[in-house]
């Protein structure tokens, strides 16, 4: 059936999983090249980013399984080169390419990882020279990591063996390239450490490519050289190759050989030493002797008699005996001057004087105030009489007691003083000196005012 035909009407699932056959079928393992944006890294582990250039941008992704195999990591702006195949994501209805392999354009892939790591360490400090520590002088038992067959350790053997025959070596095997050989030599580390008995460690291999030399640029390598409480050194490659295991160790070795030189000194370095310090310590103590019987001499010649020595002292001390007491007599007769003189104060400022005056003073102001006090209080009660016998002839009461009496409203309870207030019928209260009544109006004749 031709499925293109205008009777055909295909679902968006199923044009899509056509096209994506056909994408897949002919756009397999190509080579892209392009400029890293919207990088991603989620917490599934894969990878996404878009590669774009001048003139379009195309969607990829990366799987957790290829990110694992990648050394270094991707960032934005990086000019990237990558493999892979064009497949269509169906819930967007997007192509994109699933990436494989991928490495920065222009520069090699493990050098860019170099790069990266050695950046990363450099800033958690496991390069810092505070935390490198001294090579032992002289060793008793040094500790080898490397491949037994190659041709590091030969080289050691007989760099130490000529040097000083008698030091003991002691060899931990391990792969030195190829995949799981950094964790070999990490384990090795950690082992040489929990040995007691083993003053120094060296770290190495032989030369060659950057590729042969990747397990030394590990970081779990790296780490595992931070972690060594025993001093390190790396010998590595040739003189020119670097590798982070390098910047990491106490000391690093141009070659294993050169290693082996810096361990310790030759026999015959050493005996010539030993003679040097030797000779020199034989001209320092002659010359120590020599100081000592000059300044012997010289404290023999000005040496006196020990008993016109004490005779001095004896004289000095009576006479320091008599100043201390001329000095205790004069000190006792100014104090008690002062002792004497603050006793007259005393006395004359007796506080007992002061305190009758006081008495005095407080008794008199007692008795003057109990005086003026009962003046006042006749005064007082004097003008109190006259002011109620004037009140008791203004009184109304005494009004009323004459005959006459005060009619207020009864409804309001307002004093009547104006007939015109009245009306027939009211009632009004009339208060008389002796109790009240009540009463109707009658009739009333207003007044004229």
């Given at each position: 059936?031709?499925?293109?035909s205008?009777?055909?009407i295909?679902?968006?699932?199923?044009?899509?999983a056509?096209l994506r056959g056909?994408?897949?079928?002919?756009?397999d393992?190509?080579?892209?090249?392009?400029?890293?944006s919207n990088l991603s890294?989620?917490?599934?582990?894969?990878?996404y980013?878009t590669?774009?250039?001048?003139?379009a941008?195309?969607?990829?992704?990366?799987?957790k399984?290829a990110?694992?195999?990648?050394?270094?990591?991707?960032?934005?702006?990086?000019?990237?080169?990558?493999r892979?195949r064009?497949?269509v994501?169906d819930?967007?209805?997007?192509?994109?390419l699933?990436?494989?392999?991928?490495?920065p354009?222009?520069v090699?892939?493990?050098?860019?990882?170099?790069?990266?790591?050695?950046?990363?360490l450099?800033?958690?400090g496991?390069?810092a020279?505070?935390?490198?520590?001294?090579?032992?002088?002289?060793?008793?038992?040094?500790g080898?990591?490397?491949?037994?067959t190659?041709?590091?350790?030969?080289d050691?053997?007989n760099v130490?063996?000529?040097?000083?025959?008698?030091?003991e070596?002691?060899?931990?095997?391990?792969?030195?390239?190829?995949?799981?050989?950094?964790?070999?030599?990490a384990?090795a580390?950690?082992?040489?450490?929990?040995?007691?008995?083993?003053d120094?460690?060296?770290v190495?291999?032989?030369?060659?490519s950057l590729?042969?030399?990747?397990?030394?640029?590990?970081?779990?390598?790296?780490?595992?050289v931070y972690?060594?409480?025993?001093?390190?050194i790396?010998?590595?490659?040739?003189?020119?190759?670097?590798?982070?295991?390098?910047?990491?160790?106490?000391?690093?070795?141009p070659t294993?050989?050169?290693?082996?030189?810096l361990v310790i000194a030759?026999?015959d370095?050493l005996?010539?030493?030993?003679e040097?310090?030797?000779?020199?310590?034989?001209?320092?103590?002659?010359?120590?002797l020599?100081?000592h019987?000059?300044?012997?001499?010289?404290?023999?010649?000005?040496?006196?008699?020990?008993?016109?020595?004490?005779?001095h002292?004896?004289?000095?001390?009576?006479?320091?005996s008599v100043?201390?007491?001329?000095?205790l007599?004069?000190?006792?007769s100014?104090r008690?001057?002062?002792?004497?003189?603050l006793?007259?104060?005393?006395?004359?400022n007796?506080p007992?004087?002061?305190?009758?005056?006081?008495?005095q003073?407080?008794e008199?102001?007692?008795?003057?105030a109990?005086?003026?006090?009962?003046?006042r209080?006749?005064?007082?009660?004097?003008?109190?009489?006259?002011?109620?016998a004037?009140?008791?002839?203004?009184?109304p009461l005494k009004?009323?007691?004459?005959?006459?009496?005060?009619?207020t409203h009864?409804?309001?309870?307002?004093?009547?003083t104006?007939?015109?207030?009245?009306?027939?019928?009211?009632?009004?209260?009339?208060r008389?000196?002796q109790?009240?009544a009540?009463?109707?109006?009658?009739?009333?004749?207003a007044?004229k005012?």
């Amino acid at each position: 059936m031709d499925i293109f035909s205008e009777k055909t009407i295909l679902t968006v699932s199923r044009l899509t999983a056509l096209l994506r056959g056909v994408l897949e079928e002919n756009f397999d393992q190509l080579w892209v090249q392009g400029e890293v944006s919207n990088l991603s890294y989620p917490s599934s582990g894969h990878c996404y980013f878009t590669l774009k250039d001048a003139g379009a941008q195309l969607r990829c992704v990366m799987f957790k399984s290829a990110v694992k195999n990648h050394k270094f990591r991707l960032t934005d702006g990086m000019a990237l080169i990558t493999r892979g195949r064009i497949s269509v994501y169906d819930q967007r209805g997007e192509y994109q390419l699933i990436s494989e392999y991928v490495e920065p354009a222009g520069v090699g892939a493990l050098q860019t990882a170099f790069v990266q790591l050695k950046e990363k360490l450099a800033q958690e400090g496991l390069f810092a020279e505070a935390h490198k520590t001294c090579l032992p002088r002289f060793p008793r038992k040094i500790g080898v990591i490397t491949s037994p067959t190659g041709a590091a350790i030969h080289d050691i053997l007989n760099v130490l063996k000529r040097r000083f025959a008698s030091l003991e070596v002691l060899l931990y095997p391990v792969r030195v390239q190829g995949e799981g050989a950094a964790l070999e030599i990490a384990r090795a580390i950690d082992e040489m450490n929990r040995m007691d008995e083993v003053d120094l460690v060296i770290v190495g291999r032989g030369g060659g490519s950057l590729e042969d030399l990747w397990a030394f640029n590990e970081e779990v390598v790296a780490q595992a050289v931070y972690r060594s409480k025993i001093p390190l050194i790396s010998a590595v490659g040739h003189e020119t190759d670097w590798t982070i295991c390098d910047f990491v160790a106490d000391l690093r070795a141009p070659t294993p050989s050169a290693a082996a030189e810096l361990v310790i000194a030759s026999r015959d370095e050493l005996g010539s030493q030993v003679e040097s310090l030797s000779h020199r310590l034989k001209r320092a103590v002659k010359n120590l002797l020599v100081t000592h019987d000059g300044r012997l001499e010289g404290l023999r010649r000005s040496l006196h008699d020990p008993r016109t020595m004490l005779g001095h002292l004896v004289q000095r001390m009576d006479d320091l005996s008599v100043r201390l007491e001329t000095g205790l007599n004069v000190a006792v007769s100014r104090r008690r001057a002062c002792f004497e003189r603050l006793q007259d104060a005393l006395q004359h400022n007796d506080p007992t004087v002061n305190i009758n005056a006081l008495q005095q003073r407080v008794e008199y102001l007692s008795m003057r105030a109990q005086s003026l006090l009962e003046k006042r209080m006749k005064v007082l009660r004097n003008g109190f009489g006259d002011n109620a016998a004037r009140l008791e002839v203004l009184s109304p009461l005494k009004t009323l007691a004459r005959g006459y009496a005060i009619a207020t409203h009864d409804s309001t309870g307002a004093v009547v003083t104006d007939a015109s207030s009245l009306t027939i019928g009211e009632q009004l209260l009339l208060r008389l000196h002796q109790g009240q009544a009540s009463c109707r109006v009658e009739s009333f004749e207003a007044g004229k005012a």
